[in-house]
Protein backbone atom coordinates (compact mmCIF):
# COMPACT_ATOMS: atom_id res chain seq x y z
CA UNK A 1 0.00 0.00 0.00
CA UNK A 2 1.14 3.66 -0.27
CA UNK A 3 1.08 6.26 2.19
CA UNK A 4 1.30 9.68 1.54
CA UNK A 5 3.47 12.60 3.12
CA UNK A 6 5.08 15.82 2.45
CA UNK A 7 8.28 17.49 3.26
CA UNK A 8 8.26 21.27 4.66
CA UNK A 9 11.18 23.63 4.61
CA UNK A 10 10.48 27.41 4.68
CA UNK A 11 7.50 27.20 2.81
CA UNK A 12 8.93 24.52 0.43
CA UNK A 13 6.45 21.47 0.29
CA UNK A 14 7.53 18.86 -1.55
CA UNK A 15 4.82 15.84 -1.76
CA UNK A 16 5.94 12.23 -1.52
CA UNK A 17 4.48 8.99 -1.90
CA UNK A 18 6.14 6.35 0.25
CA UNK A 19 6.78 2.81 -1.02
CA UNK A 20 5.95 -0.01 1.34
CA UNK A 21 9.24 -1.49 2.37
CA UNK A 22 10.13 -5.46 0.64
CA UNK A 23 12.34 -7.40 2.08
CA UNK A 24 15.65 -8.76 -0.26
CA UNK A 25 15.92 -12.08 -0.64
CA UNK A 26 19.12 -14.04 -1.94
CA UNK A 27 17.20 -14.75 -5.06
CA UNK A 28 16.25 -10.90 -5.38
CA UNK A 29 20.27 -10.66 -5.60
CA UNK A 30 20.86 -13.41 -8.00
CA UNK A 31 18.31 -11.86 -10.29
CA UNK A 32 19.45 -8.55 -9.94
CA UNK A 33 20.39 -6.67 -13.64
CA UNK A 34 23.91 -5.33 -12.96
CA UNK A 35 25.75 -4.11 -15.73
CA UNK A 36 29.41 -2.94 -16.32
CA UNK A 37 31.48 -2.72 -12.82
CA UNK A 38 28.83 -4.40 -10.54
CA UNK A 39 28.39 -7.40 -12.64
CA UNK A 40 29.39 -10.18 -9.65
CA UNK A 41 28.52 -13.51 -11.93
CA UNK A 42 26.63 -14.91 -9.22
CA UNK A 43 25.18 -18.81 -9.19
CA UNK A 44 24.00 -20.99 -7.25
CA UNK A 45 25.48 -24.24 -6.40
CA UNK A 46 23.77 -25.69 -3.58
CA UNK A 47 21.02 -25.04 -1.03
CA UNK A 48 18.46 -23.98 -3.33
CA UNK A 49 15.73 -24.13 -0.81
CA UNK A 50 17.70 -21.09 1.32
CA UNK A 51 17.25 -18.70 -1.67
CA UNK A 52 14.42 -17.47 0.32
CA UNK A 53 16.51 -16.44 2.90
CA UNK A 54 16.45 -12.49 3.70
CA UNK A 55 19.55 -10.33 3.46
CA UNK A 56 19.25 -7.91 6.19
CA UNK A 57 23.07 -5.97 6.14
CA UNK A 58 24.66 -5.17 3.55
CA UNK A 59 27.78 -6.15 4.46
CA UNK A 60 30.03 -9.60 4.16
CA UNK A 61 31.88 -11.77 7.07
CA UNK A 62 35.15 -13.68 6.46
CA UNK A 63 34.36 -16.92 8.55
CA UNK A 64 38.17 -17.78 9.56
CA UNK A 65 37.83 -17.69 13.15
CA UNK A 66 34.18 -19.20 13.20
CA UNK A 67 35.49 -22.50 11.26
CA UNK A 68 38.64 -22.88 13.86
CA UNK A 69 35.58 -22.74 16.56
CA UNK A 70 35.83 -19.16 17.71
CA UNK A 71 31.96 -18.01 17.66
CA UNK A 72 32.15 -14.91 19.69
CA UNK A 73 30.67 -12.06 18.28
CA UNK A 74 30.21 -13.87 15.16
CA UNK A 75 28.35 -12.00 12.36
CA UNK A 76 26.00 -14.50 11.26
CA UNK A 77 23.73 -11.80 9.79
CA UNK A 78 26.24 -10.98 7.05
CA UNK A 79 27.07 -12.75 3.92
CA UNK A 80 29.73 -15.10 4.10
CA UNK A 81 32.62 -15.33 1.77
CA UNK A 82 34.59 -17.91 1.79
CA UNK A 83 38.15 -17.16 -0.32
CA UNK A 84 41.18 -19.04 -0.77
CA UNK A 85 42.09 -19.46 2.54
CA UNK A 86 39.15 -20.25 4.03
CA UNK A 87 38.40 -23.16 1.06
CA UNK A 88 42.04 -24.29 2.25
CA UNK A 89 41.24 -24.87 5.80
CA UNK A 90 37.61 -26.47 4.73
CA UNK A 91 40.13 -28.99 2.79
CA UNK A 92 42.33 -29.43 5.96
CA UNK A 93 39.06 -30.19 8.06
CA UNK A 94 37.33 -32.72 5.22
CA UNK A 95 40.85 -34.09 5.22
CA UNK A 96 41.24 -35.03 9.35
CA UNK A 97 36.97 -36.18 8.95
CA UNK A 98 36.67 -33.20 10.86
CA UNK A 99 32.79 -31.30 10.60
CA UNK A 100 31.88 -30.21 13.50
CA UNK A 101 32.76 -27.11 13.31
CA UNK A 102 30.86 -26.69 9.90
CA UNK A 103 28.10 -28.10 11.02
CA UNK A 104 27.92 -25.69 13.81
CA UNK A 105 28.37 -22.41 11.67
CA UNK A 106 25.82 -23.75 9.09
CA UNK A 107 23.38 -23.89 12.15
CA UNK A 108 23.14 -20.23 12.10
CA UNK A 109 20.52 -18.60 9.88
CA UNK A 110 23.10 -16.59 7.64
CA UNK A 111 21.74 -15.51 4.84
CA UNK A 112 24.84 -17.61 2.13
CA UNK A 113 27.69 -18.48 1.37
CA UNK A 114 29.83 -17.12 -1.07
CA UNK A 115 32.93 -18.99 -2.97
CA UNK A 116 35.15 -16.61 -4.92
CA UNK A 117 37.91 -17.65 -7.42
CA UNK A 118 34.84 -20.06 -8.87
CA UNK A 119 35.97 -22.47 -5.74
CA UNK A 120 34.15 -25.93 -4.94
CA UNK A 121 32.95 -26.28 -1.62
CA UNK A 122 33.60 -29.99 -0.12
CA UNK A 123 31.35 -32.72 -0.30
CA UNK A 124 30.35 -32.33 3.81
CA UNK A 125 29.59 -28.60 3.17
CA UNK A 126 27.57 -29.15 0.45
CA UNK A 127 25.10 -31.67 2.24
CA UNK A 128 24.89 -29.43 5.41
CA UNK A 129 24.02 -26.79 3.56
CA UNK A 130 21.53 -28.66 2.12
CA UNK A 131 20.21 -29.51 5.12
CA UNK A 132 20.25 -26.85 6.90
CA UNK A 133 18.84 -24.86 4.06
CA UNK A 134 21.46 -22.30 3.57
CA UNK A 135 22.12 -20.87 -0.29
CA UNK A 136 25.91 -21.91 -1.47
CA UNK A 137 26.82 -19.35 -4.50
CA UNK A 138 29.63 -19.11 -6.54
CA UNK A 139 31.75 -16.38 -8.65
CA UNK A 140 34.56 -16.07 -10.59
CA UNK A 141 35.60 -13.51 -9.42
CA UNK A 142 38.27 -12.90 -6.37
CA UNK A 143 37.52 -12.63 -3.64
CA UNK A 144 38.77 -8.09 -2.71
CA UNK A 145 36.81 -7.86 -6.21
CA UNK A 146 33.90 -9.47 -5.33
CA UNK A 147 33.83 -7.81 -2.10
CA UNK A 148 33.53 -4.18 -3.53
CA UNK A 149 30.94 -5.25 -5.80
CA UNK A 150 28.60 -6.48 -3.27
CA UNK A 151 28.91 -3.67 -0.62
CA UNK A 152 28.40 -1.55 -3.48
CA UNK A 153 25.44 -3.03 -4.96
CA UNK A 154 24.10 -3.65 -0.93
CA UNK A 155 24.45 0.20 -0.43
CA UNK A 156 22.21 0.98 -3.71
CA UNK A 157 19.48 -1.57 -2.48
CA UNK A 158 19.38 -1.07 1.18
CA UNK A 159 19.55 2.50 0.57
CA UNK A 160 16.99 4.71 2.38
CA UNK A 161 14.27 5.27 -0.35
CA UNK A 162 11.12 6.92 -1.15
CA UNK A 163 8.84 8.45 -4.50
CA UNK A 164 8.26 11.88 -4.97
CA UNK A 165 5.56 13.66 -7.64
CA UNK A 166 8.38 15.45 -9.98
CA UNK A 167 10.37 15.84 -12.83
CA UNK A 168 14.04 15.35 -12.74
CA UNK A 169 16.25 16.39 -15.19
CA UNK A 170 20.23 17.21 -15.74
CA UNK A 171 20.69 21.07 -16.57
CA UNK A 172 24.68 21.51 -17.15
CA UNK A 173 25.43 18.82 -14.56
CA UNK A 174 23.58 19.87 -12.34
CA UNK A 175 20.27 17.58 -11.45
CA UNK A 176 17.34 19.78 -10.62
CA UNK A 177 14.44 18.13 -9.12
CA UNK A 178 11.10 20.21 -10.26
CA UNK A 179 8.50 19.97 -7.85
CA UNK A 180 5.28 21.51 -7.68
CA UNK A 181 1.58 21.01 -8.09
CA UNK A 182 -0.04 19.18 -10.71
CA UNK A 183 -0.30 21.70 -13.85
CA UNK A 184 2.04 24.25 -13.33
CA UNK A 185 3.93 23.47 -15.96
CA UNK A 186 6.71 21.01 -14.71
CA UNK A 187 6.83 18.44 -18.48
CA UNK A 188 6.50 21.26 -20.20
CA UNK A 189 9.44 22.79 -18.81
CA UNK A 190 11.29 20.20 -18.73
CA UNK A 191 10.82 19.12 -22.28
CA UNK A 192 11.95 22.76 -23.22
CA UNK A 193 15.19 22.25 -21.49
CA UNK A 194 15.67 19.08 -23.28
CA UNK A 195 15.03 20.93 -26.66
CA UNK A 196 17.49 22.89 -25.53
CA UNK A 197 20.20 20.27 -25.27
CA UNK A 198 19.49 19.08 -21.49
CA UNK A 199 18.49 15.54 -19.85
CA UNK A 200 15.60 14.04 -18.92
CA UNK A 201 15.95 11.64 -16.14
CA UNK A 202 12.64 11.15 -14.81
CA UNK A 203 8.69 12.34 -15.03
CA UNK A 204 6.07 12.37 -13.18
CA UNK A 205 7.15 10.04 -10.33
CA UNK A 206 11.04 10.07 -9.47
CA UNK A 207 12.40 7.56 -6.89
CA UNK A 208 15.49 8.88 -4.57
CA UNK A 209 17.61 6.99 -2.30
CA UNK A 210 20.30 8.55 0.16
CA UNK A 211 23.79 6.49 -0.19
CA UNK A 212 26.69 7.16 2.08
CA UNK A 213 24.43 9.54 4.23
CA UNK A 214 24.58 12.62 1.98
CA UNK A 215 23.90 11.92 -1.39
CA UNK A 216 20.58 11.76 -2.53
CA UNK A 217 20.57 9.34 -6.22
CA UNK A 218 17.48 10.41 -8.19
CA UNK A 219 15.80 7.77 -11.39
CA UNK A 220 12.50 7.04 -12.44
CA UNK A 221 10.37 4.80 -10.32
CA UNK A 222 9.56 2.44 -13.61
CA UNK A 223 12.60 2.43 -15.65
CA UNK A 224 10.26 1.29 -18.52
CA UNK A 225 8.36 4.33 -18.90
CA UNK A 226 11.03 7.05 -16.80
CA UNK A 227 11.45 8.75 -19.98
CA UNK A 228 8.27 9.03 -21.43
CA UNK A 229 6.72 12.59 -20.66
CA UNK A 230 2.69 13.44 -20.68
CA UNK A 231 2.41 16.80 -22.36
CA UNK A 232 -1.52 18.03 -21.73
CA UNK A 233 -3.16 18.33 -25.15
CA UNK A 234 -0.77 16.29 -26.57
CA UNK A 235 -0.13 13.24 -24.77
CA UNK A 236 2.46 10.60 -24.27
CA UNK A 237 5.40 11.03 -26.11
CA UNK A 238 9.17 9.21 -25.62
CA UNK A 239 11.90 11.50 -25.38
CA UNK A 240 14.32 9.25 -26.30
CA UNK A 241 12.99 8.34 -29.67
CA UNK A 242 12.16 11.70 -30.45
CA UNK A 243 15.56 13.57 -28.99
CA UNK A 244 17.90 10.80 -29.63
CA UNK A 245 19.48 8.49 -26.25
CA UNK A 246 21.73 11.99 -25.85
CA UNK A 247 18.81 13.32 -24.28
CA UNK A 248 18.26 11.08 -21.14
CA UNK A 249 19.71 9.59 -18.16
CA UNK A 250 18.89 7.12 -16.34
CA UNK A 251 19.83 8.68 -13.27
CA UNK A 252 21.46 11.70 -11.62
CA UNK A 253 22.25 12.93 -7.43
CA UNK A 254 19.48 15.85 -6.89
CA UNK A 255 21.18 18.95 -6.50
CA UNK A 256 19.22 21.58 -6.29
CA UNK A 257 15.03 21.65 -5.68
CA UNK A 258 12.92 23.89 -7.47
CA UNK A 259 9.71 24.69 -6.72
CA UNK A 260 7.36 26.08 -9.24
CA UNK A 261 3.93 27.58 -8.06
CA UNK A 262 1.87 30.11 -9.53
CA UNK A 263 2.84 33.93 -8.94
CA UNK A 264 0.78 35.39 -5.99
CA UNK A 265 1.11 39.43 -6.56
CA UNK A 266 0.38 39.76 -3.02
CA UNK A 267 3.61 37.45 -1.57
CA UNK A 268 7.53 39.00 -1.08
CA UNK A 269 9.82 37.15 -3.27
CA UNK A 270 13.28 36.19 -2.83
CA UNK A 271 15.15 39.37 -5.14
CA UNK A 272 18.81 38.89 -3.93
CA UNK A 273 18.81 35.78 -2.95
CA UNK A 274 21.86 35.93 -0.11
CA UNK A 275 19.55 33.14 1.96
CA UNK A 276 20.77 30.05 1.40
CA UNK A 277 16.98 28.07 1.87
CA UNK A 278 17.38 24.20 1.46
CA UNK A 279 14.90 21.22 1.52
CA UNK A 280 15.45 17.98 3.85
CA UNK A 281 15.88 14.81 1.28
CA UNK A 282 16.00 11.47 3.46
CA UNK A 283 18.09 13.75 5.87
CA UNK A 284 20.13 15.13 3.28
CA UNK A 285 19.89 19.38 3.31
CA UNK A 286 19.66 19.88 -0.69
CA UNK A 287 19.69 23.51 -1.84
CA UNK A 288 16.05 24.65 -2.62
CA UNK A 289 14.63 27.72 -5.01
CA UNK A 290 10.72 29.16 -4.83
CA UNK A 291 10.02 30.28 -8.72
CA UNK A 292 6.37 31.87 -9.19
CA UNK A 293 5.14 31.24 -12.46
CA UNK A 294 3.02 33.50 -15.21
CA UNK A 295 2.78 33.86 -18.43
CA UNK A 296 5.48 35.72 -20.36
CA UNK A 297 8.28 34.22 -17.66
CA UNK A 298 11.27 32.22 -19.47
CA UNK A 299 11.41 29.05 -17.32
CA UNK A 300 13.78 27.22 -19.29
CA UNK A 301 16.58 29.94 -19.35
CA UNK A 302 15.75 31.02 -15.53
CA UNK A 303 16.33 27.20 -14.70
CA UNK A 304 19.50 27.75 -16.84
CA UNK A 305 21.05 30.34 -14.94
CA UNK A 306 20.13 28.33 -11.82
CA UNK A 307 21.83 25.30 -12.40
CA UNK A 308 24.81 27.50 -13.20
CA UNK A 309 24.52 29.93 -10.38
CA UNK A 310 24.78 26.72 -8.19
CA UNK A 311 27.96 24.90 -10.18
CA UNK A 312 29.31 29.09 -8.97
CA UNK A 313 28.31 28.10 -5.22
CA UNK A 314 30.17 24.75 -5.45
CA UNK A 315 33.30 26.54 -6.48
CA UNK A 316 33.10 29.12 -3.85
CA UNK A 317 31.92 31.96 -5.62
CA UNK A 318 28.32 33.43 -4.28
CA UNK A 319 27.19 35.96 -6.72
CA UNK A 320 24.31 37.39 -4.23
CA UNK A 321 27.20 37.69 -0.88
CA UNK A 322 29.49 39.43 -3.60
CA UNK A 323 26.92 42.14 -4.66
CA UNK A 324 25.96 42.88 -0.97
CA UNK A 325 29.59 43.08 -0.18
CA UNK A 326 30.58 45.62 -2.93
CA UNK A 327 27.49 47.84 -2.35
CA UNK A 328 28.94 47.91 1.80
CA UNK A 329 32.04 48.92 0.25
CA UNK A 330 30.91 51.45 -2.33
CA UNK A 331 28.91 53.04 0.55
CA UNK A 332 32.33 52.91 3.09
CA UNK A 333 34.40 54.90 0.56
CA UNK A 334 31.56 57.66 0.50
CA UNK A 335 30.91 57.72 -2.82
CA UNK A 336 27.36 56.98 -1.90
CA UNK A 337 27.08 59.95 -0.03
CA UNK A 338 29.01 62.46 -2.73
CA UNK A 339 26.62 60.95 -5.19
CA UNK A 340 23.65 61.89 -3.25
CA UNK A 341 24.07 65.14 -1.81
CA UNK A 342 25.40 66.26 -5.46
CA UNK A 343 22.33 65.07 -7.27
CA UNK A 344 20.30 67.78 -8.46
CA UNK A 345 17.25 67.70 -5.78
CA UNK A 346 15.86 70.92 -6.06
CA UNK A 347 12.23 70.88 -7.76
Given at each position: ?????????????????R??????????????????????????????????????V??????????S??????????V?????????Y???????????T??????????????????????????????????????????????????????????????????????????????????????????????????????????????????V????????????????G??????A??????????????????????????????????????????G???P???I??????????????????????????????????????W????E????Y???????
Amino acid sequence: MYACGCIAKKGISVYSIRMAEKKFTVLDLLELDLQGHDVMNLKCIAGRRGLTRALTVPDINRPGLALSGFYDSFAWQRVQLFGRGEVAYLQKLHAEENSATIRQLLSYPIPCCVFTHNLEPTDEFRALAEENNCAVLQTNLESTDFSSRLLRVAANVFAPKKTMHGVLVEVYGVGILLAGHSGVGKSETALELVERGHRLVADDIVEIRCVNGNTVLGQGANTLISHHMEIRGLGIINVAQLYGVGAIRHQKEVQLVVYLEEWDSNKVYDRIGTDQNTVDLLGVKVPCLEIPVKPGRNLPIILEAAAMNERLKNMGYYSARDFNQNVLKWIETGEAQTAYYSSDDSY
